[in-house]
């Protein structure tokens, strides 16, 4: 059985803690490889890890996007 390689992007504590609870309690297949609350390191960490899964905070993944089309 292969592992979905996931990285999470959130910036509250207490909603990370809570996802990466339910993977380990419903995602058994999932290997958390990256986690971050930053835009920034959220950015260099996709690239170094090139995860399968990013599950990412909307309103992060709203900042990402107007940073990239900005660019």
């Known amino acids: 059985m292969s592992t979905i390689r996931t990285v999470i992007v959130e910036d509250i504590p207490a909603e990370l803690a809570w996802t ?18 930053h835009l920034e390191e959220a950015t260099r960490l996709i690239k170094a890890t090139r995860p399968d899964l990013l599950l990412m905070d909307i ?5 990402l996007v107007m940073t990239y089309s900005t660019d």
């Open 20 to 37: 990466k609870n339910q993977l380990s309690i419903h995602c058994p297949d999932v290997e958390l490889v990256g986690e971050t609350g």
């Open 59 to 63: 309103e992060i993944r709203a900042a």
